[in-house]
T-cell receptor, first 113, second 112 residues
């Protein structure tokens, strides 16, 4: 059972454009929704995260939009740069007991000049 | 640099062998998590330790085991290795069980 569905699998955006990656989850018990960025050969790096009591969080060029009723959240990268080219993973965390992260399958973003 | 260290960076071994992967969490972090990343399964949670005690188990095979030592470093032991165990193994740490998780650089395991 795939608890987190991430789309698209890959994304090509022109420099300066907006990159949008979406995730949908099934379990309403999740209490924390982070996004991770991973470059080839490196570990995932925490980019930005949101909790379900807010609908939007912005940090620099990165924004998470959260829709609790639809059980969806998305990452928006404004003014995308070639240096943003990486694989992005959404994740969810259960609010009770185990604090493991369940990840989406990832989105490979390519920002072209 | 997340502050989480993992050794070795690369490991090449043969089927049937046993290996040990090591992780040192960020200073002050009590919780350690192990994840496996493969092309077909993606990033999957294996096991969590908190201050020396096992806290949660995920999709961890019986051939795999882990422990966290009094100095809080952790080791993941993989035995009777199979070709399908070839993957990236990441360790993450957090201040306590519910905190943000910071990932190490990973160990790439190749089983021939």
């Amino acid at each position: 059972q795939q608890q987190v569905k991430q789309s698209p699998q890959s994304l090509i955006v022109q420099k300066g454009g907006i990159s949008i990656i979406n995730c949908a989850y099934e379990n309403t018990a999740f209490d924390y929704f982070p996004w991770y960025q991973q470059f080839p050969g490196k570990g995932p790096a925490l980019l930005i995260a949101i909790r379900p009591d807010v609908s939007e969080k912005k940090e620099g060029r990165f924004t998470i939009s959260f829709n609790k009723s639809a059980k969806q959240f998305s990452l928006h990268i404004m003014d995308s740069q070639p240096g943003d080219s990486a694989t992005y993973f959404c994740a969810v965390r259960s609010g009770a007991g185990s604090y493991q992260l369940t990840f989406g399958k990832g989105t490979k973003l390519s920002v072209i000049p | 640099d997340s502050g989480v260290t993992q050794t070795p960076k690369h490991l090449i071994t043969a089927t049937g062998q046993r290996v040990t992967l090591r992780c040192s969490p960020r200073s002050g972090d009590l919780s350690v998590y192990w994840y496996q990343q493969s092309l077909d399964q993606g990033l999957q949670f294996l096991i969590q330790y908190y201050n020396g005690e096992e806290r949660a188990k995920g999709n961890i095979l019986e051939r795999f085991s882990a422990q966290q030592f009094p100095d809080l470093h952790s080791e993941l032991n993989l035995s009777s290795l199979e070709l399908g165990d070839s993957a990236l193994y990441f360790c993450a740490s957090s201040v306590e069980g519910k905190g943000e998780q910071f990932f190490g650089p990973g160990t790439r395991l190749t089983v021939l």
